[in-house]
């Protein structure tokens, strides 16, 4: 057996509860059977999301305290200015208060209605705001992506020849730019390669489009990289993260999960469309010095994205999860294969066979897996999808229950007691049954919405 190694000890902890299966039966009704909903007083394991909950290393915590407090020309800021400028190779780089602030500005700035934007995959927060800009996205990955048992290391790629067409059909004129997701998020933190980025440059020159990266799981990308593509075998992390970068104009993030800590950014070397960006931030976010951010944020912030290019510290998450997902395999459990980044994901629908798309397998597999276990996922389906113009909802390409691993968080233990869980609910998975919504906020339901069984 191939075990995970922690390289780093643990000198700050938490303690945890786990309450008995009652109580946690009454919380997630309370909760309407929505693992955002439930209080962490009642979650033991908390595998939500990776978003502001990875650990923060000593020197990150230490940083904070010699952080600049100034509306105006922080020390702060230039310290995460230069940090950015060393990982990511940008020197114009704009502050945000986390990654769909980014999203926001990102769509302000360049599209309009009637625009396509092609992306490997969509990222909810980021369909949104193209939405709300009247664009619409157009998803162009290749037919490896949603093979759920695979071993293609690159099923983050974009299509190219999709691509192609794509433009041919709409012009580059109703294409404001071509957005790449590292470690794309929503298909199971699958990674593109950088021979797939440099075709998509190829491209996108030939038709003098821009490419946005959104490089929030740009990290673990840039490891799966270095493990994956030959080319690549003997590069630096650093040297990996500068070439994916390189190939693209705007770079933007989440903090919360690029670096551990709040906050978000957008970089580029492109004075042009620095400009179109720029003004936005004052208006949106805050000075053009801390964008929505505390101080203290930035300069853990900063911290942050210098460790992003050290293999002990991006390998960790990936680690684990490959792990739980080659044993969760083992005991004949339908789980999202290579292990990605950001967690392990589970296919519903194959899981509960017996529960339609419509009454939202991954979220009634979600709220099981809470009640048999303490451990909160969450639901990426239908729940987290929308519905059409006549009420129908738009079935989502995948059902996944999504198990996160924050970086540096959970240890062996947990993780095995998380299998020994997930086993006991295979074993027993006739006794889930599917769901409806209660209560449907009209934008990202997924969020607040409230549901209840069948
Ligand atoms: N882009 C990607 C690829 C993301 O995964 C996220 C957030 C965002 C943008 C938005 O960033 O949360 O800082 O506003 N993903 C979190 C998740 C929420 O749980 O997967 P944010």
């Given at each position: 057996?191939e075990?995970?190694?922690?390289l780093?000890?643990v000198?700050?902890v938490?303690?945890?509860h786990?309450r008995?299966?009652?109580?946690?039966?009454?919380a997630?009704r309370?909760?309407?059977?929505n693992t955002?909903?439930?209080?962490?007083k009642?979650v033991?394991?908390?595998?939500?999301?990776d978003?502001g909950t990875n650990?923060?290393?000593d020197?990150q915590l230490a940083?904070m305290?010699?952080?600049?407090?100034?509306?105006?020309?922080s020390?702060?800021?230039y310290?995460?200015?230069s940090?950015?400028k060393e990982?990511?190779?940008k020197?114009?780089?704009?502050?945000?208060?986390?990654?769909?602030?980014a999203e926001?500005?990102?769509?302000k700035?360049?599209v309009?209605p009637?625009?396509?934007?092609p992306?490997?995959?969509?990222?909810?927060?980021?369909?949104a705001?193209i939405?709300?800009?009247?664009?619409?996205?157009?998803?162009?990955?290749t037919?490896?992506?949603l093979?759920?048992?695979s071993?293609?290391p690159?099923?983050g790629?974009?299509?190219?020849e999709k691509?192609?067409?794509?433009?041919a059909?709409y012009g580059k004129?109703?294409i404001p730019f071509i957005r790449?997701e590292?470690s794309?998020?929503?298909?199971?933190?699958?990674?593109?390669?950088?021979?797939?980025m440099?075709?998509v440059r190829?491209?996108?020159?030939?038709h003098?489009i821009?490419?946005?990266?959104?490089?929030?799981?740009?990290g673990?990308?840039a490891w799966?990289i270095?493990q994956?593509?030959a080319e690549?075998?003997n590069?630096s992390i650093k040297?990996i993260?500068?070439?994916?970068?390189?190939?693209?104009d705007i770079?933007y993030?989440s903090?919360?999960?690029?670096s551990s800590?709040?906050g978000?950014g957008i970089c580029t070397?492109n004075?042009?469309?620095?400009l179109?960006m720029r003004?936005?931030?004052?208006l949106?976010?805050?000075?053009l010095t801390?964008?929505?951010m505390?101080?203290?944020e930035?300069?853990?912030m900063?911290?942050?994205l210098?460790e992003?290019?050290?293999?002990?510290?991006?390998s960790?998450?990936?680690?684990?999860?490959d792990y739980?997902?080659?044993e969760l395999d083992k005991?004949?459990i339908p789980?999202?294969m290579p292990?990605?980044a950001l967690?392990v994901?589970?296919?519903?629908?194959?899981f509960?066979?017996?529960i339609?798309?419509t009454?939202?397998?991954?979220?009634?597999?979600?709220?099981?897996?809470y009640i048999?276990?303490?451990c909160?996922g969450?639901?990426?389906?239908t729940?987290?999808?929308v519905?059409d113009?006549?009420?129908?909802?738009?079935?989502?390409?995948m059902?996944?229950?999504?198990?996160a691993f924050?970086?540096?968080?959970?240890?062996?233990?947990q993780?095995k007691?998380?299998?020994d869980?997930?086993?006991?609910?295979y074993?027993?998975r006739d006794?889930?049954?599917?769901?409806?919504f209660?209560?449907e906020?009209?934008?990202?339901?997924?969020f607040?919405?409230?549901?209840d069984?069948?």
């Amino acid at each position: 057996e191939e075990i995970p190694v922690e390289l780093h000890k643990v000198r700050i902890v938490q303690k945890l509860h786990l309450r008995p299966i009652d109580e946690r039966l009454a919380a997630i009704r309370e909760g309407g059977f929505n693992t955002f909903l439930l209080s962490t007083k009642d979650v033991f394991l908390d595998m939500l999301t990776d978003s502001g909950t990875n650990a923060m290393s000593d020197n990150q915590l230490a940083s904070m305290h010699h952080a600049d407090d100034a509306y105006a020309g922080s020390q702060s800021f230039y310290r995460m200015e230069s940090a950015i400028k060393e990982v990511f190779g940008k020197s114009l780089v704009l502050p945000v208060h986390q990654g769909r602030a980014a999203e926001n500005i990102v769509a302000k700035a360049f599209v309009k209605p009637g625009d396509v934007v092609p992306m490997n995959y969509h990222f909810t927060t980021t369909k949104a705001h193209i939405d709300l800009n009247g664009g619409e996205i157009a998803e162009i990955f290749t037919d490896q992506a949603l093979i759920v048992k695979s071993n293609n290391p690159f099923k983050g790629n974009l299509d190219i020849e999709k691509l192609k067409a794509l433009i041919a059909k709409y012009g580059k004129e109703r294409i404001p730019f071509i957005r790449l997701e590292a470690s794309t998020n929503l298909i199971g933190g699958q990674p593109f390669s950088i021979a797939n980025m440099r075709e998509v440059r190829k491209v996108a020159d030939q038709h003098g489009i821009i490419i946005v990266l959104d490089a929030s799981l740009i990290g673990e990308n840039a490891w799966f990289i270095k493990q994956r593509e030959a080319e690549f075998a003997n590069s630096s992390i650093k040297e990996i993260l500068q070439t994916m970068c390189g190939i693209c104009d705007i770079v933007y993030f989440s903090s919360r999960k690029v670096s551990s800590t709040r906050g978000g950014g957008i970089c580029t070397n492109n004075k042009e469309l620095f400009l179109k960006m720029r003004d936005l931030v004052p208006l949106y976010e805050g000075f053009l010095t801390y964008g929505g951010m505390s101080v203290r944020e930035v300069e853990a912030m900063a911290v942050g994205l210098i460790e992003t290019t050290d293999e002990t510290v991006i390998s960790q998450s990936p680690g684990f999860i490959d792990y739980t997902v080659k044993e969760l395999d083992k005991l004949g459990i339908p789980v999202i294969m290579p292990g990605g980044a950001l967690g392990v994901h589970i296919d519903a629908m194959q899981f509960l066979p017996h529960i339609p798309q419509t009454e939202y397998p991954a979220g009634a597999l979600a709220a099981a897996f809470y009640i048999v276990s303490g451990c909160r996922g969450m639901e990426r389906g239908t729940v987290s999808s929308v519905r059409d113009e006549n009420g129908n909802d738009i079935l989502s390409d995948m059902e996944l229950l999504r198990l996160a691993f924050p970086r540096r968080v959970f240890t062996l233990s947990q993780t095995k007691f998380v299998i020994d869980r997930m086993h006991w609910l295979y074993k027993n998975r006739d006794l889930i049954g599917g769901l409806k919504f209660v209560d449907e906020p009209k934008v990202l339901r997924f969020f607040v919405g409230r549901l209840d069984a069948v």
